[in-house]
């Protein structure tokens, strides 16, 4: 694979600073002094017409004076001479640069108009930069400091990715006393061109980083900072600390869902898709560096404490129940053991309470037996001082109880401050997590115990989906297009309840009615009692005008509800357009359950879905959770779990269960509506009926938009959807059905079959080596892709009544965006049907669609069967140089 496109920045092998000078008050001067201090090893070429030389180097007027091949660009001079800098970096073949000057963006002085003659010659110019508005870039294991901060940082494997400086100054600032160490710290700036997509991609795969944290004021390209972050924490813990967690929109919402959903429970829904974890505050963010920079990771949520201070035993217990840490139960082993150490009024339970006069010996008795104990995943161990105490002591008891295989993550907690300070400086030295308050250690621990959570949850995969008819999108298409047309912006109930309709979703018919006999015919058409609503675009809410009545039973009611509910909303909304009323059938649905589901559009993420408790008092009782699209059955099912009305749908005294199915399949199927079309921006269906025989949406509104001319197919949706367009429907030589389709993620059982069933010699050569089956860390990898970085096609057949897969080809686009590596897999059952070939011509397609212009991959020389296809198909063919086994293929696209 070709390196990462950033890889020249984040690790040059020489660099110009644009504004280095030898005076110690300029930021350029802080840059250049602080690349040579801390032992930048590659050529640092000053920069600036204003000296001869700097700190003994050559200085040039301008870098196409170098005549040098040069990584990296670091900018530090006035705003107004930047982008001049930026084309004379174009002519000299630069093509990373870090902007570390302000003055671009909002704010006075002509900042947006010079931000936007950087971007433009820096496009011109094909270069890649960090900034403006930043402190630069640290990375010490590559002994590369280009900031102007004071203090030095330590290298390490944690990384940090900030979009303040101040916060980035501040760590560096805290971590040598800490004995911490980095192995970056970026500072994003006002993150103009790089973003947190770019440098999570980076750090994702970099050797050196174990751990990152980040520090986010805002999100600009979602898309982008969601696939990295998916990529990122699937190989190891990602903390995300965000501010303005309670800034709300104040812009009006036309459906309950709308006002419900807040930018920072949809910025929640984002870290939690992509299995990152949330720190709250500034202090919780340093507590995850602590913990993680020990590189010990948690294999689960059950914390054991050790404390000689039961007042700190129980701020801790009390901690870990405020964040759904477990208390370890101790096994009767463990306590056997304590009980011959321990005085005989120890606490025998968890939090294992030493007593006030406890030495080195009985702590290291405690945390020795806790450890070994299985039902322990984490341990902290506390301190509070005592006159018969020796702190110091106690500390190495811990250190020389720490295991050095394997260990489980061991938290420290010297409460005090004079008489621990030479402890805590042993523990910290000696790579334990030391902190100043229990709480926080407690917080710290979460963030292990909820990355290793997110883990598991990953390894979820959902059942086989249903095969039923999919949405009429042509139909949906219409119904939107003619309220476009109308240049309304909200749809009727006729019209929301036919979107719905058209996406497979149960609903109580309607019919309108503008005088009162329709609206008896109506009520005779659907069958007594009905429900009666005013039918108006301008009112959203209708029961808050009195235009809702209900279980109306004859004729003669009816004829009366019409003049009443007319004539009232007149009176109330005089300006109002008041097109008769809807009649409907009261809803049928048996011990049902009044449910809410709606989707509505972020600024920053776009479509986001809603689930919660139902009906008039929606926005009062606030019982909802939300999730981003696209959902499947197992997204859906976490989405309702974390409602209070969750527990209402289970059976409970007399009251049968709720078919869940149905209700997790609507949400399926909005999911559905929001990523397919564009055009919705708000969306109800409240309430949803629910009830042991099915579910029913009573009442639904849908609010549009016409989206961006240059918007594509998904480009309004922060997570690629299935691409059901790449759909291809074909037959076999002999006759049998043969479906091509991207892979999804409830195809992971088939998929599991599928390479089981593989002879030896074609998991060889698919496989690079024996492989007997897939585990499950593989299964999702290859079933849960990230449509947006690669693609699985899937060639699928029926057998006895079953979808059966045949064949995968699948790539991989490269980090240089434009070439792409794939692999593929026919089954040895089906060979010399041409599954081969249609599955690669459907993979260019594919490719295509992604923008990709090269197609490469690497075939075993003995695999002959694939070479001859390979030639077939247009791919010239060389020796991997690096290989002699291998067999480079390439086309061009």
Same mark, same amino acid.
């Given at each position: 694979?070709?390196?990462?496109?950033?890889?020249?920045?984040?690790n040059?092998?020489?660099?110009?600073?644009?504004?280095?000078?030898?005076?110690?008050?300029?930021?350029?001067?802080?840059?250049?002094a602080?690349?040579?201090s801390?032992?930048?090893?590659?050529?640092i070429?000053?920069?600036?017409?204003?000296?001869?030389?700097?700190?003994?180097?050559?200085?040039?007027?301008?870098?196409?004076?170098?005549?040098?091949?040069?990584?990296?660009?670091?900018?530090?001079?006035?705003?107004?001479?930047?982008?001049?800098?930026?084309?004379?970096?174009?002519?000299?073949?630069?093509?990373?640069?870090?902007?570390?000057s302000?003055?671009?963006?909002e704010?006075?002085?002509?900042?947006?108009?010079?931000?936007?003659?950087?971007?433009?010659?820096?496009?011109?110019?094909?270069?890649?930069?960090?900034?403006?508005?930043c402190?630069?870039?640290v990375?010490?294991?590559?002994?590369m400091?280009?900031?102007?901060?004071?203090a030095?940082?330590?290298?390490?494997?944690?990384?940090?990715?900030?979009?303040?400086?101040?916060?980035?100054?501040?760590?560096?600032?805290w971590?040598?006393?800490?004995?911490?160490?980095?192995?970056?710290?970026?500072?994003?700036?006002?993150?103009?061109?790089?973003g947190?997509?770019?440098?999570?991609?980076?750090?994702?795969?970099?050797p050196?980083?174990?751990?990152?944290?980040?520090y986010?004021?805002?999100?600009k390209?979602?898309?982008?900072?969601i696939?990295?972050?998916?990529?990122?924490?699937?190989?190891?813990?990602?903390?995300?600390?965000?501010?303005?967690?309670?800034v709300?929109?104040?812009?009006?919402?036309?459906?309950?869902?709308?006002?419900?959903?807040?930018?920072?429970?949809?910025?929640?829904?984002?870290?939690?898709r992509?299995?990152?974890?949330?720190?709250?505050?500034?202090?919780?963010?340093?507590? /995850?560096?602590?913990?993680?920079?020990?590189?010990?990771?948690?294999?689960?949520?059950?914390?054991?404490?050790?404390?000689?201070?039961?007042?700190?035993?129980?701020?801790?217990?009390?901690?870990?129940?405020?964040?759904?840490?477990d208390?370890?139960?101790l096994?009767?082993?463990?306590?056997?053991?304590?009980?011959?150490?321990?005085?005989?009024?120890w606490?025998?339970?968890n939090?294992?309470?030493?007593l006030?006069?406890?030495?080195?010996k009985?702590?290291?008795?405690?945390?020795?037996?806790?450890?070994?104990?299985?039902?322990?995943?984490?341990?902290?161990?506390?301190?509070?001082?005592?006159?018969?105490?020796?702190?110091?002591?106690?500390?190495?008891?811990?250190?020389?109880?720490?295991?050095?295989?394997?260990p489980?993550?061991?938290?420290?907690?010297?409460m005090?401050s004079?008489?621990?300070?030479e402890?805590?400086?042993?523990l910290?030295?000696?790579?334990i997590a030391?902190?100043?308050?229990?709480?926080?250690?407690v917080e710290?621990?979460?963030y292990?115990?909820?990355?290793?959570?997110?883990?598991?949850?990953?390894?979820?995969?959902?059942?086989?989906?249903?095969?039923?008819?999919?949405?009429n999108?042509?139909? /949906?298409?219409?119904?939107?297009?003619?309220?476009l047309?109308?240049?309304?912006?909200?749809?009727?109930?006729?019209?929301?309840?036919?979107?719905?309709? /058209?996406?497979?979703?149960?609903?109580?018919?309607?019919?309108?009615?503008?005088?009162?006999?329709?609206?008896?015919?109506?009520?005779?058409?659907?069958?007594?009692?009905?429900?009666?609503?005013?039918n108006?675009?301008?009112?959203?809410?209708?029961?808050?005008v009195?235009?809702?009545?209900?279980?109306?039973?004859?004729?003669a009611?009816?004829?009366r509800?019409?003049?009443?509910?007319?004539e009232?909303?007149?009176?109330?909304r005089?300006n109002?357009?008041?097109?008769?009323?809807?009649?409907?059938a009261?809803?049928?649905?048996?011990?049902?359950?009044?449910?809410?589901?709606?989707?509505s559009r972020?600024?920053?993420?776009?479509?986001?879905?809603?689930?919660?408790?139902?009906?008039?008092?929606?926005?009062?009782?606030?019982?909802?959770?939300?999730?981003?699209?696209?959902?499947?059955?197992?997204?859906?099912?976490?989405?309702?779990?974390?409602?209070?009305?969750?527990?209402?749908?289970?059976?409970?005294?007399?009251?049968?269960?709720?078919?869940?199915?149905?209700?997790?399949?609507?949400?399926?199927?909005?999911?559905?509506?929001?990523?397919?079309?564009?055009?919705?921006?708000?969306l109800?269906?409240?309430?949803?009926?629910?009830?042991?025989?099915?579910?029913?949406?009573?009442?639904?509104?849908?609010?549009v938009?016409?989206?961006?001319?240059?918007?594509?197919?998904?480009?309004?949706v922060?997570?690629?959807?299935?691409?059901?367009?790449?759909?291809?429907?074909?037959h076999?030589?002999?006759?049998?059905?043969?479906?091509?389709r991207?892979?999804?993620?409830e195809?992971?059982?088939?998929?599991?079959?599928?390479?089981?069933?593989?002879?030896?010699?074609?998991k060889?050569?698919?496989f690079m080596?024996?492989?007997?089956?897939?585990?499950?860390?593989?299964?999702?990898?290859?079933?849960?892709?990230?449509?947006r970085?690669?693609?699985?096609?899937?060639?699928?057949?029926?057998?006895?009544?079953?979808?059966v897969?045949?064949?995968?080809?699948?790539?991989?686009i490269?980090?240089?965006?434009?070439?792409c590596?794939?692999?593929?897999?026919?089954?040895?059952?089906?060979?010399?049907?041409?599954?081969?070939t249609?599955?690669?011509?459907?993979?260019?397609?594919?490719?295509?669609?992604?923008?990709?212009t090269?197609?490469?991959?690497?075939?075993?020389?003995?695999?002959?069967?694939?070479?001859?296809?390979?030639?077939?198909?247009?791919f010239?063919?060389?020796?991997?140089?690096?290989?002699p086994?291998?067999v480079?293929?390439?086309?061009?696209?």
């Amino acid at each position: 694979m070709d390196a990462s496109p950033l890889a020249k920045m984040m690790n040059p092998e020489n660099v110009a600073v644009f504004g280095a000078s030898d005076s110690s008050k300029s930021v350029g001067a802080l840059v250049f002094a602080n690349l040579v201090s801390d032992g930048f090893e590659g050529k640092i070429f000053p920069i600036n017409p204003k000296h001869k030389t700097v700190g003994g180097l050559k200085c040039h007027a301008k870098v196409t004076d170098v005549g040098e091949e040069i990584d990296l660009a670091i900018i530090a001079t006035p705003a107004r001479t930047v982008p001049g800098i930026i084309r004379d970096c174009g002519e000299a073949g630069i093509r990373n640069a870090i902007v570390i000057s302000a003055g671009f963006g909002e704010g006075g002085g002509g900042g947006k108009k010079l931000e936007g003659e950087l971007i433009a010659a820096a496009k011109r110019a094909g270069i890649r930069f960090m900034g403006p508005n930043c402190v630069g870039l640290v990375r010490p294991w590559h002994g590369m400091n280009a900031t102007f901060l004071r203090a030095g940082t330590p290298k390490g494997r944690l990384a940090l990715i900030s979009q303040s400086g101040a916060l980035n100054a501040a760590i560096s600032d805290w971590a040598g006393p800490h004995d911490l160490g980095f192995s970056a710290l970026v500072s994003l700036g006002n993150a103009t061109d790089i973003g947190f997509g770019d440098v999570l991609q980076f750090l994702a795969t970099d050797p050196h980083t174990d751990a990152i944290l980040l520090y986010v004021e805002g999100v600009k390209q979602a898309q982008k900072f969601i696939s990295a972050l998916k990529m990122a924490t699937r190989l190891k813990p990602v903390i995300v600390l965000k501010s303005g967690r309670h800034v709300t929109s104040a812009k009006a919402a036309s459906t309950h869902t709308g006002a419900l959903i807040g930018s920072d429970a949809v910025f929640d829904a984002a870290l939690e898709r992509a299995g990152a974890v949330r720190a709250q505050t500034f202090g919780q963010l340093f507590a /995850a560096a602590e913990i993680l920079s020990s590189s010990k990771r948690s294999n689960g949520n059950r914390l054991a404490i050790v404390t000689n201070g039961g007042g700190a035993g129980v701020l801790a217990a009390d901690r870990a129940a405020d964040l759904g840490v477990d208390l370890a139960q101790l096994s009767p082993e463990t306590i056997k053991k304590l009980n011959k150490v321990l005085p005989a009024h120890w606490s025998h339970a968890n939090p294992v309470d030493v007593l006030g006069d406890a030495g080195a010996k009985e702590y290291g008795t405690a945390i020795t037996a806790c450890l070994e104990d299985r039902n322990v995943d984490g341990l902290l161990v506390l301190l509070t001082p005592q006159a018969m105490t020796d702190a110091t002591a106690v500390a190495q008891a811990l250190i020389d109880a720490s295991p050095k295989r394997k260990p489980k993550p061991i938290l420290a907690c010297w409460m005090g401050s004079t008489s621990v300070t030479e402890a805590r400086k042993l523990l910290s030295s000696n790579g334990i997590a030391d902190f100043v308050t229990p709480e926080r250690a407690v917080e710290a621990f979460s963030y292990l115990a909820q990355h290793a959570r997110n883990r598991r949850l990953a390894l979820e995969t959902p059942g086989p989906m249903s095969e039923e008819h999919g949405p009429n999108l042509e139909g /949906a298409r219409m119904i939107l297009a003619s309220v476009l047309a109308d240049d309304r912006e909200m749809l009727s109930d006729i019209e929301s309840k036919a979107l719905l309709r /058209a996406f497979r979703i149960p609903i109580n018919m309607t019919i309108e009615a503008d005088t009162a006999a329709k609206a008896l015919v109506a009520a005779e058409t659907v069958g007594f009692p009905v429900a009666m609503k005013i039918n108006s675009p301008d009112i959203s809410h209708k029961s808050d005008v009195g235009g809702v009545r209900i279980s109306i039973s004859d004729a003669a009611e009816v004829k009366r509800t019409f003049h009443e509910i007319t004539e009232g909303v007149k009176a109330l909304r005089p300006n109002a357009r008041i097109k008769g009323v809807t009649v409907e059938a009261m809803a049928r649905v048996e011990d049902a359950r009044e449910l809410v589901i709606g989707a509505s559009r972020d600024e920053v993420f776009g479509p986001t879905i809603l689930f919660g408790a139902g009906g008039t008092m929606v926005e009062i009782l606030k019982d909802s959770a939300v999730a981003l699209p696209p959902l499947n059955s197992v997204l859906a099912d976490r989405l309702i779990n974390r409602t209070k009305v969750a527990k209402v749908l289970d059976a409970f005294r007399d009251r049968p269960a709720v078919d869940r199915d149905k209700v997790i399949d609507v949400l399926l199927r909005v999911s559905d509506l929001v990523c397919e079309l564009a055009e919705v921006v708000e969306l109800d269906i409240n309430p949803l009926f629910a009830g042991p025989d099915g579910v029913l949406a009573v009442d639904a509104r849908i609010r549009v938009a016409r989206p961006p001319s240059s918007d594509g197919r998904y480009d309004h949706v922060a997570i690629h959807p299935y691409p059901r367009h790449l759909i291809i429907r074909d037959h076999l030589t002999d006759g049998r059905p043969l479906t091509i389709r991207p892979i999804r993620p409830e195809d992971a059982e088939s998929e599991k079959a599928f390479v089981r069933d593989l002879s030896d010699e074609a998991k060889m050569f698919r496989f690079m080596g024996a492989l007997n089956e897939l585990s499950p860390e593989m299964l999702v990898q290859f079933t849960q892709i990230d449509y947006r970085r690669e693609m699985a096609l899937v060639a699928m057949i029926e057998e006895d009544g079953k979808q059966v897969q045949i064949g995968v080809a699948r790539y991989v686009i490269n980090p240089d965006g434009t070439s792409c590596e794939f692999a593929i897999v026919v089954s040895d059952k089906v060979q010399r049907q041409g599954i081969g070939t249609r599955l690669m011509k459907a993979l260019f397609g594919a490719a295509r669609d992604h923008g990709m212009t090269v197609m490469v991959g690497s075939v075993l020389k003995n695999n002959a069967s694939m070479l001859q296809l390979m030639s077939d198909l247009g791919f010239t063919q060389r020796m991997d140089p690096d290989d002699p086994e291998l067999v480079v293929v390439e086309r061009w696209l």
